[in-house]
């Protein structure tokens, strides 16, 4: 598995559908230093996700992502600040 840490400013924070066993998904919008956007989305059911809303947008944060060629998922996040 491919992993890294990515450091930016989380600029939105969309909420998804549920996945089948009702738990939350979320959508995210990270802008690094130099001014890349990097859509990160959830993996279905994992613990992540509870610590995860609206209130992010704006702040700083390391997110721990799996990469892949077709999407980019959180692992875990690590607010600064």
């Known amino acids: 598995m491919n992993t890294q840490e990515i450091r930016g400013t989380i600029i939105s924070v969309k909420r998804l559908a549920n996945s089948y066993c009702g738990n939350p998904n979320f959508r995210l919008e990270l802008e690094t230093d130099n001014s890349v956007t ?15 809303g609206g209130f ?7 997110l ?7 999407s980019n998922k959180l692992l875990n996040i690590k607010k600064e600040g």
């Open 38 to 52: 990097i859509p990160v989305s959830t993996l279905n059911d994992s613990g992540v996700n509870y610590t995860l």
């Open 56 to 62: 992010l947008e704006g702040t700083q944060a390391t």
């Open 64 to 70: 721990v992502v799996k990469v892949n060629r077709k």
